[in-house]
């Protein structure tokens, strides 16, 4: 290996000879000693640190930066100019006087020690570069023209350890009596632990602090924000306190090393012991400020909380408060308040720590403070501690839903969305259920509020106060259709009439004509115009005769309306009232309509002007084709609505007879008694039906759709509204034999017919006339009725319950009468 290494040189020497003949000749490459002999390097290099200027092999000074305050030594990397020399005879190389041994064959370095100090370093660096004869020309040459070297001066400047100069050398609690008060964990300068606790005895009332920062120039030390000298103690007092959060911090500052201060800060949690009854003395509340939601505070064993309140305890125990709080937010940041004290007044400190990830976030007393929400249910814990005792309460934060989400009943919508009381758009859960109906849903709002103007030769309709709007706000797009109608066009005819009576006598004529005629037409006033024409007089003889024509003028209007109108006058609906649900007494039919429109179920309304009773019909109510003195119509009159409309009967005929809401007692007691059947509901209640067909005695049957049950009853039997709607009774045919009509059952019998009347027959029966339509008679009975109720004391008494046949009311009506019987 060393001849190997020995012929490497030599072969390298000789190269560098003939490349130094051919660039320049014989004599580029001098030997040691010769006053030519190059003693320049050809460049440096320095890995953790930066050169300025860039290097020149004949400069002589340099500044060397360290980028690394870590760093505690320079690694310096030179290069020779290696077509100058004989490998065999290489210059020397010292280092701070040190002469660095190296081959020309290898890497040529050299490791500077820079120091491990906190704080900035400057150091010079001195590099030679010399002829190796014996200092460079021998001891003749050297005294005739001096030594063959060159100096390179480097001056090293290393920031400081920015991370350890901020780094407290003490962080040390004495108690009153003077004993050092130990951490927790133990205070170690070297780890990166920036939070201490403390706990003082329960009657420590007095405390010191002592905190000692790196003794550097440039480096402060600051208590709570304010400088504090390094040789000094803090008092502490804790006489109205449970503890205390001291913050202190080692800052440093330096204009070319530290231009933006640099700082650490710590924290000393110190806490005096709390015993059991001042624990128990602690209570708190938490709040979402209304802009962002709200909170609740709740039991233990509240159903939102009890599953949460249960992880708690397991994990907290006794410290675990027997309440906590249910929170509804929907903001992705939402501002939380929590406010907390203790009988004694002393000072608590609060943090809601998110129980899965436990991140905790400082709640100061009546501070809002951020929290960040998700799109689900999240676990939170108040942790209120008072010195060494913290007391937990349970969180839970919903994502509820929005009150636009609601269902609401018929006829009103979802509340307006307040931006200033995020409660009110709330509903109580994820998802809105029947139960927030009350708080989310408001009335519609009615056409009489549409102010968003009509189309041309349109106004608001007259009953707007009636006509709902889509939503609690009219709008113009989804409403102006509803609210609007044509301007109605109102046409008065006024005709005239003669009646004429004669007189006359032979023996003489005298006649008097005056004609009066007036016609007028007009959109707006009734105008009457007369014209008054006289004849001359004639007379023969002596007695006289006389003939008059008289006129009288009648006025007849008819108005011609183009108005969409649902309403229709003279018409009923039957049967006349939805079972469970009995005529009321309104202002007007558009009081009946609004009734109907907030009734579950209601499809039409009859309202009977005379007397002001309103009755609400269901889908199953058929059209009549008379309905003398009623008003009747839908519920909503909007563009769907129209009377042609309202015509049709969606409910096929053997079903019409059949009703909902209505229990039937007491049931017959026979073998087919509580027969169940498992089809269809429209099998199943046409079996049930069928059964009371077979079933000697049954005039009612009523069929259960839950329990697919059929129950019969008989004569007997009375009907109780206010069952579910799940049951449905009827007859045992719907052929007509018995309709209902709101508890007066209308009887067909087969009596003598005897001046267009049908006379009474036995049992409770309505008399009505051979030729004229069953609801013109009806009309006729409630018109009689109204003039003769002053004869119900004598002819008749109405009874309830089982006693309710007896009760006839005969009204008469000149030699006829009319009975009915309060069913």
Same mark, same amino acid.
């Given at each position: ?115 491990d100090e906190i704080g900035p370093i400057r150091k010079e660096v001195h590099l030679k570069v010399a002829d190796p004869s014996e200092g460079g020309g021998g001891w003749f040459g050297n005294f005739l023209h001096g030594e063959r070297a060159h100096d390179y001066v480097f001056d090293v400047f290393k920031p400081p350890q920015l991370k350890r100069i901020v780094q407290a050398e003490r962080l040390q609690l004495l108690d009153g009596d003077g004993k050092e008060v130990p951490a927790s964990p133990a205070f170690d300068p070297t780890n990166e632990k920036d939070e201490y606790a403390f706990i003082l005895g329960a009657e420590m009332k007095k405390a010191k602090l002592r905190f000692i920062c790196p003794q550097e120039d440039g480096v402060m030390q600051e208590f709570e924000g304010a400088p504090f000298p390094a040789t000094a103690t803090h008092d502490l007092d804790f006489s109205a306190d449970y503890g205390k959060r001291i913050h202190v911090a080692c800052q440093y500052t330096h204009v070319q090393w530290a231009p933006a201060t640099v700082s650490r800060g710590f924290v000393m949690d110190i806490s005096r012991h709390v015993g059991a009854e001042q624990a128990n003395s602690i209570s708190a509340q938490l709040r979402v400020i209304p802009d962002f939601g709200y909170c609740d505070a709740v039991a233990a064993d509240d159903p939102d909380l009890k599953y949460h309140h249960t992880r708690v305890k397991e994990s907290f125990g006794l410290v675990t408060s027997k309440t906590g709080f249910v929170c509804r937010a929907n903001k992705d940041m939402s501002m939380f308040v929590a406010t907390y004290s203790s ?167 005298? +006649?008097? !004509?005056?004609? /009066?005629?007036? %016609?007028? @037409? #007009?959109? *707006? $006033?009734? =105008?009457?115009? &007369? ?6 007089? +004639?007379? !023969?003889?002596? /007695?006289?005769? %006389?003939? @008059? #024509?008289? *006129? $009288?003028? =009648?006025?007849? &209007? ?25 005529? &009321? ?239």
């Amino acid at each position: 290996a060393a001849m190997a290494r020995l012929a490497a040189l030599a072969l390298l020497a000789a190269a560098a000879l003939l490349q130094g003949a051919a660039a320049g000749g014989a004599g580029t490459v001098r030997l040691p000693g010769d006053p030519e002999y190059y003693v320049y390097l050809q460049h440096i290099e320095m890995t953790e640190a930066t050169i300025e200027p860039d290097f020149n092999p004949k400069g002589d000074r340099f500044k060397v930066t360290i980028t690394d305050g870590a760093v505690t030594e320079l690694h310096m990397f030179v290069m020779l100019d290696l077509q100058r020399y004989n490998p065999m005879h290489c210059p020397k190389i010292l280092v701070d006087g040190k002469e660095l041994e190296y081959s020309p064959l290898d890497q040529i370095s050299a490791i500077i020690p820079i120091g491990d100090e906190i704080g900035p370093i400057r150091k010079e660096v001195h590099l030679k570069v010399a002829d190796p004869s014996e200092g460079g020309g021998g001891w003749f040459g050297n005294f005739l023209h001096g030594e063959r070297a060159h100096d390179y001066v480097f001056d090293v400047f290393k920031p400081p350890q920015l991370k350890r100069i901020v780094q407290a050398e003490r962080l040390q609690l004495l108690d009153g009596d003077g004993k050092e008060v130990p951490a927790s964990p133990a205070f170690d300068p070297t780890n990166e632990k920036d939070e201490y606790a403390f706990i003082l005895g329960a009657e420590m009332k007095k405390a010191k602090l002592r905190f000692i920062c790196p003794q550097e120039d440039g480096v402060m030390q600051e208590f709570e924000g304010a400088p504090f000298p390094a040789t000094a103690t803090h008092d502490l007092d804790f006489s109205a306190d449970y503890g205390k959060r001291i913050h202190v911090a080692c800052q440093y500052t330096h204009v070319q090393w530290a231009p933006a201060t640099v700082s650490r800060g710590f924290v000393m949690d110190i806490s005096r012991h709390v015993g059991a009854e001042q624990a128990n003395s602690i209570s708190a509340q938490l709040r979402v400020i209304p802009d962002f939601g709200y909170c609740d505070a709740v039991a233990a064993d509240d159903p939102d909380l009890k599953y949460h309140h249960t992880r708690v305890k397991e994990s907290f125990g006794l410290v675990t408060s027997k309440t906590g709080f249910v929170c509804r937010a929907n903001k992705d940041m939402s501002m939380f308040v929590a406010t907390y004290s203790s009988r004694d007044g002393g000072a608590l400190r609060a943090k809601l720590i998110n129980h899965e990830t436990d991140q905790a976030t400082t709640m100061n007393n009546a501070i809002p403070a951020m929290v960040a929400m998700k799109h689900e249910r999240q676990y939170f814990r108040l942790h209120v501690k008072a010195g060494d005792v913290g007391i937990v309460y349970p969180v839970v934060t919903l994502w509820p839903a929005e009150c636009a989400t609601a269902q609401c009943p018929r006829g009103q919508g979802p509340r307006l969305r307040d931006a200033l009381a995020a409660k009110v758009n709330m509903c109580a859960k994820e998802k809105c259920t029947e139960s927030d109906q009350e708080h989310c849903c408001v009335d519609k709002a009615t056409c009489e509020t549409y102010s968003l103007g009509c189309p041309p030769n349109q106004q608001v309709r007259f009953d707007g106060a009636e006509i709902s709007c889509k939503h609690v706000v009219c709008s113009l797009e989804a409403d102006q259709e509803t609210c609007c109608e044509p301007i109605t066009t109102t046409t008065v005819t006024t005709t005239s009439s003669t009646a004429t009576a004669t007189t006359s006598r032979t023996t003489a004529t005298k +006649t008097v !004509t005056v004609d /009066v005629s007036s %016609t007028t @037409t #007009t959109t *707006t $006033t009734d =105008t009457k115009s &007369t014209t008054k024409t006289e004849t001359p007089t +004639t007379t !023969t003889g002596t /007695v006289p005769s %006389t003939t @008059t #024509t008289s *006129t $009288t003028t =009648t006025p007849t &209007t008819t108005t011609t309306t183009t108005t969409m109108f649902c309403m229709e006058t003279d018409k009923v609906w039957l049967p006349l009232d939805m079972l469970g649900h009995f005529p &009321t007494i309104e202002e007007s039919y558009r009081h009946c309509q609004r009734r109907c429109r907030n009734t579950e179920g209601c499809e039409h309304f009859s309202f009977w002007r005379s007397k002001q009773h309103c009755h609400l019909q269901g889908a199953g109510a058929e059209r009549q084709k008379w309905g003398f003195g009623f008003d009747s119509g839908p519920p909503t009159c909007t563009p769907g609505n129209l009377v042609a409309t309202t015509t049709t009967n969606p409910v096929p005929e053997d079903r019409r007879c059949l009703q909902h809401w209505v229990n039937w007692a007491p049931l017959m007691m026979t073998d087919s008694m509580m027969m169940t059947f498992h089809g269809t509901d429209d099998e199943d209640i046409s079996s049930c039906q069928r059964l009371c067909v077979v079933t000697p005695g049954c005039v009612q049957f009523q069929f259960d759709l839950v329990l697919r049950t059929c129950y019969l009853a008989g004569e007997e039997a009375q009907p109780y509204p206010g069952a579910p709607y799940t049951t449905v009774s009827g007859p045992p045919t719907c052929d007509g034999a018995n309709e209902h009509f709101n508890g007066f059952i209308l009887k067909d019998t087969v009596a003598e017919r005897s001046g267009g009347l049908r006379r009474p027959a036995p049992g409770p029966v309505v008399w009505v006339s051979d030729h004229v339509p069953p609801l013109l008679a009806l009309g006729a009975v409630a018109a009689v009725g109204a003039a003769s109720m002053s004869r119900l004391s004598n002819r008749g008494t109405f009874r309830s319950g089982a006693q309710r046949r007896a009760g006839d009311l005969q009204v008469l009506g000149g030699e006829e009468s009319v009975t009915l019987v309060a069913e």
